[in-house]
């Protein structure tokens, strides 16, 4: 590993002056005193997202109107966008595509793959994140096939029964867990079944790598730890000998060969591109190509490593804080975030966000930390654990304030 | 009817100063030196779009981060801009949210509707818009059931006959001719079948109104004459007494009752909010949001008879240059655009860009002039022809420059 693990914030200060990602930091437009540790849920804006946005609203949509469908390439957005992702997983550039949402994805991908797998039959782990869960019973419903819900880490043995489709997630929303998804793939591979990938939480802050895996299929997030903008759309990957084999059960015009000669059958484009669908939200588009732009020199193993050793230094002083960590302690094994479990974690974090302090809860007891390594600093992680020890000694999170509940935190 | 037809400029000058809907077009960040007859298919920026997309990137975002999916509405974004947009189209605020692609939302309203309609063979005609054909033979074939492509006008005949589901546009994309909604949905009530309605060429343009024609399920862009902006993410209507009857077949974690339980088996939202998928875009949705400000205080039956007097002095002029109408002569019968034929109308479309005058083409020989109230005033349109009657007597469309294709025009 590239980064060691500090012991007292002297040490902190030592490793973030040499940090070989210390550059990175500048690229963000960061709200002054605060500490984000939700970057595995919203990514903060960056100079180039929010210049490339303006660039695109007041410049090209203002000024040269429908024809910036042509003239500022948003018709070939969706591909030169996937393009510039690619290397962040390890995938081919005309094997990515922007397009729709994570659960739309899900669903196409999942449809899709029933044309390559030994059966149709659809599997889900119960603690994958919901929409994965909702979206393919769904899909079995529509399409009356087996559907599974497998206990938890039971999914590939389903799989190696069924020779199906499963839904796997190379990091677990809740707990941090990296899959190891080169195995899951030998499964795949021995029984004919296919998995179809959710990267939403390991991309951009592991070195995932579809191609290593072996990977054939694969959907996620780009407002994590991309950082492309609240909601900004999802990607979409089939590896580039699966994607001819493949149609998309969601054929919009703008997956047809030629969208613009309007023939009422469909015809699917030759690559990637089948796996469009409508329209796509060019304004979303043009903050996550810019968001993009931050990773072009960045080296993701060390982005990898850097997410690693800042969460040994959650865990190390959650240790010693008596917190139970939910996470994998094994570096290996864990992607961005480190969750940690408390009573009263939902106080906890209230309290944390009362000094500037972002984290995030989730239902019943969990706490977590997102250790984005391109703009976070070992110093800033450090600072916040000191707030979460003085907020646990002085019990500052037992304030009638901090139980009022919202939505999202 | 609210306006005359200008017989010369001097009439259009004069109708121009006394229009009601005149102080509209300030509302509009219009490049200068152009005429912008393509709001059809992409409509302008709006000082107001173009500011709530900044306050909601360089504000909400980049300031509250994660917050500001409370603090700034985020979440409840798609139906409080779907409840702006509702009386546009003569819909209760709780029947309308703002989701997806307008592909994406007719393949969730025709899957779902087959649960109230008395068969579920789904039917499409052949010139309806390109997705809409798509997505409704995709659904026939991972569903197993009928699919029907009728020929132009027998939409109707097979709905009668099959007590199916039919998806059929308001105003047909390529003739701009409107169809008679309360006729049709007479004929679904007494067929015990279901109509999904398109509404992305009626909507801002005319005064279509769902509750009037008694329509329950209805989809259509917002980029168009509703002006969002470039892809801005599409509206789904489901009449108030169906939602609860009806299951989306694309069920993300945001339409989930408790999105926040994180639960692994779907529990639908009691109102609309059941046919959000994913997470949506939220930039795309903020520049929505602002460009809707404009139709605040608009009468909708003014702009609809606007549209119809602009596109009759359309009409009266290419019939003195000779030129072919492919839309309906009668405006009851014709939307916000015309439809023009020339063997040559790619190059005469590129002729009046070269002028600064945008219009579009559609193969094999379309010219489609957009005519969007809010911003176009007689003297603009009566310009724009007096051009097209110089390019036509003086063949300047007769040049190689105009003979090149580009993929969107």
Redesign the interface.
Known sequence: MSYVIPADRGEAEALDSHDLLGHARELF?L?DG?T?L?GH??G??THS??DE??RT??GH???E??????SAG??DLPRTVGASLARLIGARQDEVIIA?????NL?KLA?AARSIARTPALIVE??E???D???I???S????RDFV?AKSGDGLAHLERSGGVLVLSAVNY?SGEIRNMAGAEGVAHSSGGVIVWDLSHATGVTDVNLQEAGARLATG?T?KYLNG??????FLYVRADTISRLE???????G?EK????????APASGIQRFA?????????A?LSGALEVFESIDMSLVHDKARALGELVIARADALGLEVASPRDGRRRGGHVSLRHPNGYEIVQAL?HRGI?A?F??PDTIRFGLSPLFLRFTDVWDALDALADILATRAWDDPAFRQR????
């Not at 903008?229 to 999802?234: I, K, V």
């Not at 969208?259 to 469909?266: I, L």
Request: charged share 20%.
């Open positions: 437009d709200p605060k984000y939700v849920s919203l903060p804006a997202a929010l946005l303006e609203a007041s949509w203002r000024n109107l429908v024809k910036a469908w042509n948003w018709f729709d949402s994570v659960s739309i669903f449809a119960e603690d994140f919901p929409t869960q909702y979206i019973e769904a899909l419903k529509l399409s009356g819900r809740r997030c407002y903008g609240p909601g900004a759309p999802s998309s059960p969601l054929p919009g015009w703008m047809h969208p613009f000669a309007f023939e009422p059958v469909y669908s409508g329209t796509p939200p060019i304004l979303s588009l903050a966000i972002l995030d989730r239902e919202s939505k999202v935190t």
